[in-house]
């Protein structure tokens, strides 16, 4: 059975550091391209970061670049998403995906498996 589970969401203050874990089965992990949404409310479904399967290119939304760090793990079949000097726009349920490919504009269409989802909300 096909699942992808994210964790590590929570609440941290402006500033602080959090970092994702998604947790995935039922494919073959290695191949595919992994990658990390958001959903804030009222805005549309925005890609994050995404990374390559067996070139491991990684690729970041501006807004992120120097503050998130992508990580995949191919023995454990988990993907990271590391996340520093958070801020109140970083607010979000964050999802991971898998797909075919990863490229500079990390499109929801994409990407065919997600996860539920994990809520991180950045606020004092």
């Known amino acids: 059975q096909l699942q992808l589970v994210e964790s590590g969401g929570g609440l941290v203050q402006p500033g602080g550091s959090l970092r994702l874990s998604c947790a995935t089965s039922?494919?073959?992990?290695?191949?595919?391209?992994l990658a990390w949404f958001r959903h804030a409310p009222g805005k549309e479904r925005e890609g994050v970061s995404c990374?390559?399967?067996?070139?491991?290119?990684?690729y970041y939304e501006d807004s992120v670049k120097g503050r998130f760090t992508i990580s995949r793990d191919n023995a454990k079949n988990t993907v990271y998403l590391h996340m520093n000097s958070l801020k109140p726009e970083d607010s979000a349920v964050y999802y991971c995906?898998?797909?075919?490919?990863?490229?500079?504009?990390?499109?929801?269409?994409?990407?065919?498996?997600w996860g539920q989802g994990t809520q991180v909300t950045v606020s004092s």
């Open positions: 990374i390559a399967g067996p070139t491991s290119s990684i």
């Open positions: 995906a898998a797909g075919a490919f990863c490229v500079a504009d990390v499109r929801p269409a994409d990407y065919d498996y």
């Open positions: 039922g494919f073959t992990f290695a191949y595919y391209a």
